[in-house]
Structure formats: structure tokens, C-alpha cells
């Protein structure tokens, strides 16, 4: 393709910039071929002219187009090249905040200096068992490609981790781990994964320091193979450790730290176990100051040593060697605070008692003296003498530091060594995978020996790299049969052979290290006599002749020869380790060293520095021989170390990891291009970019160039075959045939092909914009103008309606103003006639009221005279009238109070009488008595009125004279009257004078009616105010009224919002209660199948013999639930073959520990015992003293009672006889004299009245006991005659008043006899009462001799059992007495004795239950002592005498749990024998085949016989059958499920009939909550004998255990197609067009044979609920499973949406809810809409419409806010992130909206967890669905095989 065609007018490039490395232009003209410069504009719009090359006239990179910016793959970009790859990773990095980018084979790693929450359990889940092209780029994708490919290809791997110190290496390593960790899980029980990941925090805190590049920069490189089993479970692992940088323990740079142990130990010197250390601050010591920066922010050192001590711990090393280790770091560390000061210029010296020399040797063990002399002293070795030379103080300081050196890589190798022998295993290694975390290549201002090491190790992993990307591509190409081509690729092997090879660098050192007088400066010498000439990547400087430079594959690096000798030799004085080996108190230190070699130089010599010899000492013939050992320098030892790695590594599929550092200040998100692209070129990135672009780097397969590049083919290119019709359109498109190859399933472009077809699509697509554009404008406008022009129609009509409505308008108004002048006119004369005539009126009403005013007055002058004339006419009258009334008023008054007088005298009397006759309410003696007295009193009365009548007869004759004489006395004043009248004439003086005085009255009554007024109107003023004042008030009390109800209304809103969070927090706080218990369950069934997962393995390991063995559980705790123990009962009596092979692996321990538990509980049973026999005795004792107390007082009660009686009786007749008398007496006399006082019947009468009334005042106190008692038996009886005796003698006592006569006395005769008829009714009443408690006391009495004779029967036949059932039959039989009792107790009233018996009661019932409890516990725990005493004799020589044969084991009955019996019968079950039990179970669970037979049956058949089968045998009442058949039942669907688990039909199949059991035993049970729907027949079938709630319960958790395996079962099943069939299948065809991918390809959208599609997943969940409506699956538990599959498929396809770029895009969006619409019909078609399922999809509905919708302005934002409820923050930034154009005509969204997103974001409340847990269930329930099927109607196939059940 000619340039010509790519550089033409707004074609985008790439030039070269001196700040951002490259810089992107856009051609303003076409680039012809014979230009010199391209004329550009910058993104900024300055214009530049760019020169070309003339020799080589190379034009400047192109740019990829937009929408390939961003790729997860580099590979993928059309154009690959260097500014290329960088924008791709800033694009991504900046602008989208990912950190993880593929580049072919390579993963490449940018530091975000930030934690990021993506490396959670959740994404670990989300990447297991993931292709790595399908999954967004990150660590967890290679981890899983490396584990996917050991398992499948049977082929160890490598992950190579690699980048300079900074870049992120060591946290890549240990995600990397801690994914292998996670997702294989360990083969044993020792956690050995945790032990893996616990070696991190140590290796960290030995071999970690800050630097100015890092605050956690590994000083030293290490490899960890991890071991895998068969099975890929991790097993152990081994580390090898390189190069440690041991320098830094006595130096650091500035800003600079030593290693974080040193720290550590420091910030927790206060702690008691260190205070031994000496320690203090790390400024106070010189090995942890010299960096000044002794602190990391936001690292708390404390804290860091607690979790390095805990990962000792983990990884087992034990306190002691802990405290061992911390001292010889404390001990480094004081020694680097000795000061060695001058003695002279040759030698030095050390203060005696230096403090921190003191504690140096105190920690370690040594003399002080041995170490000061060493430190300043060292031996030397001649071939005949050895001699003691004096060091000079900078040699002893460097001794010194050598020593610190020396002892801390010891310290470090040990440890290294440890946690490798903790990491070790004894399991057989199958596989392994190595993770290598090593230094990346490094240059500085000045390069030592590490930074050669390091650059050396780079070189050859970067051969190695290359090698195997050429290898891939080679592969590549021969797999799709395409011509190959040598691509040429640097090859750094001379590099390599200058450093390694014979003469070589490495070998010049070690030559020059064994030379006696060897340095640096010679050593230089030798490399430039060798190499400088001989080889071009060797280099001199030019201004230094101490240094070399080395051309490596990433740049030119200028290493100083300074210390290279020193560094190599690692040379440290002997006699120092000498002493440190003689410690005898402390071993850690001798471990150390005890590898030590003798020689610690090559030579055994040092070269002399010119001193004097102090000492002469004779040699040691014994070490002659040690002297010519020599040991390794530490260049021969790297090389022998990397070629052993680059062996393990070229054994392994090796995985690279590339970090990169963004920039130098650990800025976060913050990239700088120029150190981005030397750590590219240094890594190896760039390299395998070049590789892949000159070959043929972008690769599609058939269908996906199809799909992408439909829109290029006319309709007759289109052929049925793909491939041809692909090869067809290439030729067309693409002239020169170089640029493409086709495979055998892959089109292979060169590099801009593909760039080069997306312009071409790009115009295609674009001229088809226009076309579209241009007939939508069209149409647009003739809509625009037939708008406008109905428009115009529109307005002139309603112009012209509105014109003629004017003028009607108009019209009407002219005729209006006419009628109105008229009328106008008319008023006005009509107002002028009328004022007239009012005139005329006015004048005559005055007039004639004038003349009738005059004519009034006349007459009122008249009447006033007339008036004052009567006045005073009626003065003089009323005066004479006055004074005769005042003299008759007196008269009156003094007859009256005579009067008076008298009749008071008589009302006290009276009063007196009635106060009395109110005594005789209380007896009717009183009464009578009092009525004798009352008539005594009233003679006298009577008397005495009589007497007074005279005396006044003869007062008022004398009264009479004299008023008389007073009337005379008045006609005399009468006459004085009339000579008054004289008088007159004076008193109309004294008139005249009241006139006077009236005017001035009236005077001032009008001052005060002034006053008044002017009062009035203020208070008229006031009230006004007051007025306002209270219309005010009111007002705000309207608006307190109307606050008071809004902040009511508000309340009450407010409290129901609160009731509603309330209950909805409840039901939550339920659910999760449930969710609790189930993950309990699951996490039991979980530990059950790994129990038998290990028996079956123990018993493969063992080579069983008999096959049918099985091993049963040696570690059972006494507390497990009943069903668990019976089934293990139930498998030791299916014979004593059970567990034969494993008894002689038991523990006897654990017997002699089960006999003393079961010492225990026979203790506890006997105190059970004892207690319950205190508790019976202190029963009867109360109850033997509450019925003698009881019969005492009822006795004597009894006796009163009679003989009150017998009283009452002998008192009743004397009565009776004197009532006769008097009735004799009364009908003997005559009528007319019979009542006459003074008669001989009055007397008689009156005698024996005075008589009964003392008799009753006797009697009175009996009489009140008596009606007490009434009141107590006869309360409404009592009230009756209360009410009769009260009303009664009030009648009587008011008749009394007017007793007058003899006739009255008869009434008094009858009120008596009534009160006597009264008195006998009640004495009946008294007698019937105590017949009927004597015939009581009678039938109790009866009753407690049935019951004496009932307990001496009872105790008869106990004395017959043996003491525990005598026990427990006493129990029984107490227990049925006591509640016989309570039921004849509650039909009186409770008494304080009988609340007592009743808590007695209970607390016997509870001992009781106690008792059986610790019954069953000792007799299960008696039955596997045996079991386990046999086995303890099997594996000794013989048998004991206490062994139990299996034989008696079988015998031993076992108890049930106590179930409550009732009688009841019933009718309709299945009867069969107890040998047929496992007959029942297999055929009717284990070998039943839900395909098979099953399917032809009724829904919840098994439950259904099985229920029945059980009915039977609680018809039987035989407890051990139910107990075996239910234990039975619940261990064999246990098995079924384990053993076919996968299935779903089995496993749906037992999950609708062990729910239909359940609800049968609901049904059935006799509660009455779940009886309400049978029918009366049904009830009938209700279980009479036995309780089995607590089955039940046992029921519901094993139906909870097969809901979750039916849930697991039904997403494995799901699983694989929900990422296909809802993300990656197009249901809309040609909705989404696919991009370009790169080398890891991403899984088709195409549908393909054997691709799953949305139909897939709709078919699989059709199928899932028709197979469980055909299992008669109850509806709401339907609902339950489809509401979990919909929340898995909304989890699961939204956590793969948040993990794929690609997947981002509006036209995905639209297929994600399209894909939805038809889940939401799926479930209106089986009608399950309100089952919740919808709701589930929630989350994935609003990720779909946030890639649908406008992401542009704020209220986009606000929209977005407001939509995405069910989202996190971060789940939608993590969108707005991915958003991906796939085409050109999408936008990006701006960095500057997500931040807007986030700021409106900032305040919920929220989980910060990106992804869904997929692994959640919903808590379930098991609504009671009874069945309307009747029992005595189910008919058993004869294909069930159960011909031995009968139907009863």
C-alpha cells in the first residue's frame, strides 16, 4: 500500500518531543513522494513543518484510530510501535485507572501508588476457571492460566515477576500466590496455603527496606516453587533466595531505611519479653540512622512485628528461637554503635566497658575481652608462623561492619532455611509452580557490583524471554500453516558470553580475587587488555581508567570497579566467628555458624597493609590442611544459582509479569512518559512489540472479519462458505497479497492492515451516514413545511373568525348603548318627580307633627296631675295598711311558734322512734320491741296533746280579749290619722324639695351617663382591640392547630416509616438469622462429606481387603443430635464387620477418656437420682400435712356447723309454739277490743314480743356466722335474701310510723312470720350444703383408699423391676397420678398448696426428662466403650475378659428419645416387618431412578408410602420401629444425594418428597394450626402415639442441605452458558460489530456450533421447571429456586460486564436488555412474576441502561444518580471507566464526568465490594402445602418392588 494513501489530508501521526517522548500531529495536506517535510498541526492548533530524513525519508509513525485506543492487548493496536504502546497504556492507565495491560504474552504491571479494591475473594471467584483473553488484563488471569495449564498439560509453570525496585514486583508475587492459595485450597488439615502466604510478611520484614524509589523494595531476589498434588491442591513449598544486599545492614542513603526488622524491633522496645534487647529508638543506633527517615507514613512498626511474630508462629518457629533471632538483631545493632577509636596511626583500640560492646556479648554469649581484641586485632598465616596484627581504626570500623554483615545473612539464610522446612511435606510432589520475584535491569549515577549481578540475571531472563516469544510465534505460524519467515530479533548471547564465558568478566574477578597482591585498579587493567578491543560491547570511559561500560539489551550502563574485589571475596576475620562459635550460652548463635568453612578467603591470606607484627604465634600443624581450602566467591555462586534458575525456568512454561513505574514520586495515578519508555525498553515489552510487528500481528478468525467487515461486501460477495467469501473480499480490498495470509482458521495482517480497513469501514460507514443523513433531512423538512403550511392554513381561519367576531362584537355593542341611553333618560326624569314629591311630603309630616306634639303635650300634663293625685291617694292607704298587717302578722307568728314548738316536740320523738326502728333492721326482735315502745311513747304523746290543747283553749280566749281591745286602740289611731291630713300642706313642701333634689339627681345622672358613654366607647374600644387581639390568638391557633396537625401527620408518617424500617430491618435481621443457620448447614454437610471424603481415603490407604468394610467415627462428642448416633448405631448393627480394619488404629486414650466421662455421668445420674428422691420425699411429706390439716379443720368445722344448728332448731320451735299462742290468743278475743291497749290478747302479744326480742338479741352472733357461711357457699343466694331481708323491714318500719291500731300490729304478726319463713329457708338451704360436702368427703375419702390400694399394688410390682426400670416406672406412674390430680384441681379454684404441687410438678418432670437424657447418653457411650474395648483387644495378643462381642453389641437395646404417647385410633397405613426395613429403604430411595420408574408416578409417591409406613408403626406403638425408620430414611437420601449429587433430577426428585414428608408429618401431626384444611376423614389419620416435632426439625435442615446442593447443582449447570448466552451470543444480529483483538482471543459473539445462546439458557431453565412441577415441587419453593437462578444469572453477568472492557459499548447495552425482556417473558409465561426473580435482575438492568444513556452535561449525571439505585459508586464508575466506543461515531466518557459522578456519589452509604457475591443462596422456607390426596386411596406400583408392605 502506497504511502500516498495512508498520509494524506487529517491523517493523525506520531513525531518525536523532547518533554513527552512522542507527540501526536495531524497532516494539514497530502504527503506526496517527492515532499521533504509533512506540514502538521499540533493537538494545541500551533503549525509546524516537519522535515524529513533525505537519506532514508522514513515518515513518522502513524496513529491507530480512536476506537482501538484503549485495548486490553497491545497486540491488538494496528499500528505497533513505540508511541503506540505508550498512549495505549497511559489511555488506559490515566483515563481509565487500569493498572493491568497485555502485550502478547506479557502482562504488563503499572504502579498505581494507590490500593485498589481489586484484589478481593470476590475477583478471585470472578477469574477461576476463566480463559485469560476473556477476562479484562490482571495478575489473577495469568495466576489462572498458569494453574489451568499445569493441570492440563501436565507441565510445571513459571510466573517471572519482574521490574525495577518500585514498580510493584513483590505485591505481584503475592497476588499471584494468594490466588494459587485460594482457588486449590491444601490436600491436608495443616493449612498449609496460610503457612504459604505467612512467609510473605517474614521474607518482607528480613529482606524489605525502604528506598528512594520504594517504601517496601525486596533487597534481594527470590524463587517459590509452590507443590501441587495429583488433585492440584497445594502441599508445600520451597523458596531459593538470591544476591541479599547485605550492605545495607551498615549503610543506607539518605531517605533512605535498613531492613524493617530493625525498625520493628525498635518502635516495640517497651515490651516486657524485650526489655532483655537493651533496645531504644532507631535514632539511637547508627546501623538505623544514617538514612534520616527512620519512619514510613501510615506504617506502624508495632504493629508490622505483631504479624511478623504471628507468621513465625504459623510457620513454627516457636517463641525461644523468636527471642533468639530478636537478639541477634538487637545485637547487630549495638554493634554498630562500638566505637573504635585510635591508638595509632597503625592500630585502635575499644574503651573498656563500652556499653553497647556489653550488651553485644551479653546477647550473643561472648567475652567481652575476645571481642575487643578481635575487633581490633587479626591473625595472619605464613607458611611457618601466624601472627597477631594490630588493625588501624578505618580497617577495624570495616571489620566490624563485615562481622554486622556476616551474622545477619547467616540470620537470614537460617530463616530462609526454616520456613522451607516448615513449608515442607510429605505428600509425593506431582507438580509445581514457580513464582520468580527478582530485580529488574538497573542503572544509577554510580554502579557497583549489585547492579552488575542484577543486570547479568536480567540479561539472561531476557534471552530466555525472547527465545520463548520467538518459540510462540514460530508455533503460531506452523499451526496455521503459513509460510514461515526468519524473523531477525536481538540476540543478547554476546552480552552474555562477556560477562560468563571463559576470560570473560566473571572470570577475570575470581582470577584476580585469588591473587595475593590482587585490587581493583589491576583487575580493570586486565578488562581492557582483553576486552576492549575484542569486543563492541565492551567500553572504556574516557575520563576514568577505574571503570568499564557494558552495552546491554536495554541501555549502555558505566560500572566503577571500586569494591568489586572486596564485594566478591565477602571476606569477614576468622577469629570474630571463632568466637561467636564458642558461645556456650546461646545456641541459636552456633547454628548459625556451624556450616561455617574454616577458610573465609579464597586464599586464606590477606595482603598486608604494612604494619608491625605484636605477637608471634607458632602454626597449628592440625590446620595446615584448612588453609588451602578455599571457598567461593560470591560472583561464582550468583552464576551457579541464576544457571540453576535458568534450568528450573527453561523445565517450566514460564508467564511474565511486567511492573512498571509510573514515576519517582509515588505520585498516584500520575505517569511520566520518558521513565515509562526506558522501563518498556528495559523490560522487554518493546521487544516483543518488534517480534510481533514483523510478522503478521493482527489475527482474525473467518467469522469474526465476516462479522466485523460485513459492511465492505455487496450482497453477491456474500457466499455460503465464509472462508471463500472472506478471501474473495480481501483480494478486492487489499491489492498487495504480502500483506495478509490466511490460514487454516485465522486471516494473519501485517501491521497497518487492519488500521488500513477500519478507514475503509470507516468510509462505508460514513457515506452511508450521509445517505441516511440526507433522506432524514428531507423528510424532515416537507414535515417542517406541510407543518408550516397547515399552520398558515390554522391562522388564517382563526383570523378571520376573529374578525367577525368584532364585528358582531360591534353590533352588539351600538344597540347595548342605545337601550342604555334610553333607560338613562328615563331614571333621570323619573329621580326629578320623586325628589318633588318627597318635598311635598316632608313639609306636610312636619306640620301636622308640630300641631300633634302641641296637642300631646296638653294631655300629658293632664295625666302627670292625675298621676301625682293617685300616688298619693295610694301613700296614705298603703301607711294604714301596713301597720293592721303588722299587727296580724305578729298575732300569727305567735300562734305558729306554738305551734311549732309543738310539732317539733313531736318530730323528736319521732326521730328518736325511727332511729330506733333502724336498729331493728339488724333483727326483727329489736324491731318488735321497739314498735311496743313507739305506741307507749305516742299514748303519752297523746296525753300530753291533749293536755296542751286545753291550756291553749283557755290562752286563746284571754288572746282573744285582749286583741279586742287592740282593735280598739287601732279606730283610735284611725282618728289620729285623719286629723294628719292636715298635714298636707307640709308635705307638698317637702315635694317640692324632692323635685330639687331629683333635678340635681338627674344632673348627675347625665354626668354619669357621660362618663358611661365615654367609658362605653373605650370599652368598646378595648374590646375591638381585644377583638383583634383574640382574632389574632385564634389565628395562631389555627396555625399552632394546623403545625400541631402537620407535625402529627409528620409524626405519624414518620413513626409509620419508622414501623415500616422497622419491620423490614426484622425481616432482614430473619433473613439473615435464616441465611446464618443454612450457611450452618451447609457448612456441616460440608465437614460430614470431608468426613467421609477422609474415611474412604484412610480406608483405600490401608488396602483394605473386604470391600464391603467401612470405618465408623472414633471422635463422636456426646452432645451430637439423635439422628447422627442412630445412624451410626444403625450401620455397627448391620454387623460387626463394620470398622474391623480401623480398630487398630484407635487411641487408647481416647477409651480410658470415655470410661471416665462415663464415671461422670453415672455420678451425675446417681445425684439426678438422690435429688428426685429428696424432691418425692419432701412431696408426700407437704401433701401427707396439707390433708391432715385439711380433714382437721373440715372436721371442726362440721361439728360447729351441727351443732348450731341443733341450736337453731330447738330456738325455731320455741318460736313456733309462741306464735301459736299468739294466734290462739288474737282469734279468742273480740274483733272490735283485740288490739285496745290494756287487753289481755295486748299484753300476751306484747309479753311474747319482749320475749323473741331478747331471744333474737341472743341469737344475733349465730345468726352472722351463719349468713357468712351462706355468703361463702351461696353467694347469688345470699344476695337474694339480702335483698328480700333489706326491703322488707323497710317497709315494715315505715307501716310502724303509722301503726295506730290493732290492725297494724297483724302486719307487724306478718312481717314476723315472713322473717321466720325466711330463717327456715335458709337453714334448708344450710342442710342441703352439708349433705352434699358430706357425701364429697365421703367420695374423697373413697377415692383415697382406691388410691392407697393402687399405690401399694403399683409398689408391689416395682419392687419386681430392676432398679432403672423400677426408676423409671415410679416416674411414670407418679407422673400420670399428678396430672390426673392437676385436671381435678382446675375445675375448683387454685389454692397457694396446690400452685405448689404443681411447681413440684415440674420439677420432677424435668428431673425426669434429665435422668432419661444422661440414660441414653451413658448407655451410647457404654456401647462405644465396648466397641472400642473390643478393638483395643484386637490389637493386643489376645482378647480380654471385658470385651464385648458383637453379638451382645446387636442385643443392647437402644433408647429412643422420649416421645409423648396418645391414644387415639386410626385407620389406612402399610404394615411390614422390621427385617424388610432395609428392604423398604432400597428400593424406595437408594435404587429408585427418577428417569425410570419414578416418572410415571404421583408426585410425592416415596413420602407419601414412607409416611404411611411410619403411621403404621405408631399405630403399633412401637417406638424403636418409628425411631430406625426415620433414622433410616434420613441416612439413605443422605447417601443417595451424595452419591449421585450432580444430578438434578435426583436431586430435585428427594427434594419434593422430603418436602412432602415433611409436610405429611405436619399434617398429621394433631396441631391444630395445621389441621384447619383436612378433611374429617384425613384427621382420622392422624398420628395417635407419638410426638415428632423434633424429627421434624431434623427433616426441615436436611430439606435445607438438598436445597443448596439443588441451588449448587443448578448453577453448575448454568454457569458455563450465562457469560455466552447473555454477554458474548448477539441475539440482535448485527447489532455490535466485533473489534480487533490481539494474541489472547476473546471468546466468539458469533453463534457457532456448540456456543451457547439466550435460547440455551431459557431451554435449561424450561427444563429445570418442568422437571420440578413433574416432581410435584411445591409452587412457592419453585419460586424460591427461580429467584436464585436469576439472582445468579444477574450476579454472574453483571461481574463479568464490571471485568470486560470490551463488553462495555451502547450496543451492548441494548443486547443486555433485549436478553433481560426475554428473562421477564420467561417468567410471565410461567406465570412467576411476583416470585421476586425480577427484582434480581435489578442491578444488571441499570448497568445495561447506564451504557445506553447520555453521559455528557450534569443532568446527564443527575439522571445517572437518580437511575442507578441498585448500583454501587463503584460498580458505576467502574462502567463509566469500560465504556468502550466500537465505533468512531461513539464518544469516550470525559475523565471530568466520572469525577462528577463520584462527587454526587460521595454520600451514600454503601458497600465498597465491586462484584456481586455469586455465591450467596437466599435463606429458604418451607410454607406448610397440605395435601387433599387421601392416604386410604394411594395404590403401589408394582415396578417399586414393594410387595412385602401390606396394606392395613
Known sequence: MAASELYTKSARVWIPDAEEVWKSAELTKDYKNDDASLQLMLEDGTTIDHKLDPKTKNLPYLRNPDILVGENDLTALSYLHEPAVLHNLKVRFIDSKLIYTYCGIVLVAINPYETLPIYGTDIINAYSGQNMGDMDPHIFAVAEEAYKQMARDERNQSIIVS???????????????????????????????????????????????????????????????????????????????????????????????????????????????????????????????????????????????????????????NESYQIGLFQVLAAILHLGNVEIKDRDSDSSLIAPNNRHLTAFCELVGVTYQDMSQWLCHRKLKTATETYIKPLPRL?????????????????????????????????????????????????????????????????????????????????????????????????????????EAKMGILDLLDEECKMPKGSDDSWAQKLYNTHLKTCSLFEKPRMSNRAFIIQHFADKVEYQCEGFLEKNKDTVNEEQIHVLKASKKFNLLVELFQDEEKATTPTGQVPGTGGRTRLSIKPDKGRDTSSKEHKKTVGCQFRNSLQMLMETLNATTPHYVRCIKPNDFKLAFSFDPKRAVQQLRACGVLETIRISAAGFPSRWTYQEFFSRYRVLMKQKDVLPDKKLTCKNVLEKLVQDQDKYQFGKTKIFFRAGQVAYLEKLRADKLRAACIRIQKTIRCWLARKKYLRQRSAAITIQRFTRGYQARCLAKFMRRTQAATIIQKYQRMCVERKRFRQKQAAALAMQTILRAYMARQKYQALLREHKAVIIQKHVRGWLARCWYKRCLEAIVYLQCCIRRMRAKRELKKLKIEARSVEHFKKLNKGMENKIMQLQRKIDEQNKDNRVISERLVSLESSYASESERMRGELGRLRGVEEDAKNKANQVSSLLEELEKLRKE?????????????????????????????????????????????????????????????????????????????SRYQNLLTEHLRLEEKYDDLKEELAHSKNVSKPGHRRTDSTHSSNESEYTYNSEYAELEDGSRVGEDVTRGMDTSLTLKLQKRVTELEQEKQSLRNELENKEEQFQRARARDDAQFRKARGAELEYESLKRQELESENKKLRHDLAEMRQSLLGGAAASAGAPGSPAYKVL???????????????????????????????????????????????AQDVNKLKDADELKQAYVGLKDTNRLLEQQLQTQRRTYDSEVESLRGELQNVKEENNRQQQLLAQNLQLPPEARIEASLQHEITRLTNENLELMADDPTASREARVIILRRMVDLMEQLEKQDRTIRKLKKQLKVYSKRIGEMGAGHTEGQTSPGQMVEEPIHPVNIPRREKDFQGMLEYKKEDEMKLVKNLILELKPRGVAVNLIPGLPAYILFMCLRHSDYVNDDQKVRTLLTSTINSIKKILKKRGDDFETVSFWLANTCRFLHCLKQYSGDEVFMKHNTSR???????????????????????????????????????????????????????????????????????EGTYTLDSILRQLSAFHSTMCQHGTDPELIKQVVKQLFYIIGAVTLNNLLLRKDMCSWSKGMQIRYNVSQLEEWLRDKGLMNCGAKETLEPLIQAAQLLQVKKKTDEDAEAICSMCHALTTAQIVKVLNLYTPVNEFEERVSVSFIRTIQTRLRDRCESPQLLMDTKMIYPVTFPFNPSSLALETIQIPTSLNLSFLTRV
Open 163 to 317: 521490574g525495577e525496585s518500585g514498580a510493584g514486583k513483590t505485591v505481584s508475587a503475592k497476588y499471584a500466590m494468594r490466588y494459587f492459595a485460594t482457588v486449590s485450597g491444601s490436600a491436608s488439615e495443616a493449612n498449609v496455603e496460610e503457612k504459604v502466604l505467612a512467609s510473605n510478611p517474614i521474607m518482607e520484614a528480613i529482606g524489605n527496606a525502604k528506598t528512594t524509589r520504594n517504601d517496601n523494595s525486596s533487597r534481594f531476589g527470590k524463587y517459590i516453587e509452590i507443590g501441587f498434588d495429583n488433585r492440584y491442591r497445594i502441599i508445600g513449598a520451597n523458596m531459593r533466595t538470591y544476591l541479599l544486599e547485605k550492605s545495607r545492614v551498615v549503610f543506607q542513603a539518605d531517605e533512605e531505611r535498613n531492613y524493617h526488622i530493625f525498625y520493628q524491633l525498635c518502635a516495640s522496645a517497651n515490651q516486657p519479653e524485650f526489655k532483655n534487647l537493651r533496645l531504644s529508638t532507631a535514632n539511637d543506633f547508627l546501623y538505623t540512622r544514617q538514612g534520616r527517615s527512620p519512619v514510613i507514613e501510615g506504617v506502624d512498626d508495632a504493629k508490622e512485628l505483631r504479624t511478623t511474630r504471628h507468621a513465625f508462629t504459623l510457620l513454627g518457629i
Open 395 to 499: 580497617q577495624a570500623t570495616n571489620a566490624r561492619d563485615a562481622l554486622s554483615k556476616h551474622i545477619y545473612a547467616k540470620l537470614f539464610n537460617w530463616i530462609v532455611e526454616h520456613v522451607n522446612k516448615a513449608l515442607v511435606t510429605n505428600i509425593k510432589q506431582h507438580s509445581f509452580i514457580g513464582v520468580l520475584d527478582i530485580y529488574g535491569f538497573e542503572t544509577f549515577e554510580i554502579n557497583s557490583f549489585e547492579q552488575f549481578c542484577i543486570n547479568y540475571a536480567n540479561e539472561k531472563l531476557q534471552q530466555q524471554f525472547n527465545m520463548h516469544v520467538f518459540k510462540l510465534e514460530q508455533e503460531e505460524y506452523m499451526k496455521e500453516q503459513i509460510p514461515w519467515t526468519l524473523i531477525d530479533f536481538y540476540d543478547n548471547q554476546p552480552c552474555i558470553n562477556l560477562i
Open 998 to 1074: 331629683l333635678s340635681v339627681t338627674q344632673q348627675e345622672k347625665k354626668t354619669i351617663e357621660d362618663w358611661a358613654q365615654k367609658y362605653r366607647d373605650e370599652m368598646e374600644k378595648m374590646v375591638s382591640e381585644l377583638k383583634d387581639q383574640n382574632g389574632l390568638l385564634k389565628k395562631e391557633k389555627d396555625d399552632l392547630n394546623r403545625m400541631i396537625q402537620e407535625q402529627s401527620q409528620q409524626m405519624t408518617e414518620k413513626m409509620t416509616r419508622a414501623i415500616a424500617q422497622e419491620t423490614q430491618q426484622l425481616e432482614t435481621d430473619l433473613n439473615e438469622e435464616r
Open 1246 to 1292: 306484747l309479753d311474747q314480743l319482749n320475749a323473741s326480742c331478747e331471744e333474737l338479741e341472743v341469737r344475733k352472733e349465730e345468726v352472722l356466722i351463719l349468713r357468712s357461711q351462706l355468703v361463702s357457699q351461696k353467694e347469688a343466694m345470699h344476695h337474694k335474701d339480702e335483698k328480700e331481708t333489706m326491703t322488707e323491714p323497710s317497709v315494715f
Open 1578 to 1648: 384425613q384427621n382420622e389419620h392422624c398420628l395417635s402415639n407419638f410426638d415428632l416435632a423434633e424429627y421434624r426439625q431434623v427433616i426441615s435442615d436436611l430439606a435445607i442441605q438438598i436445597y443448596q446442593q439443588l441451588v449448587k447443582c443448578m448453577e453448575n449447570i448454568l454457569q458455563p452458558m450465562i457469560v455466552s448466552g447473555m454477554l458474548e451470543h448477539e441475539t440482535i444480529q448485527g447489532v455490535s460489530g466485533v473489534k480487533p483483538t490481539g494474541l489472547r482471543k476473546r471468546t466468539s459473539s458469533i453463534a457457532d
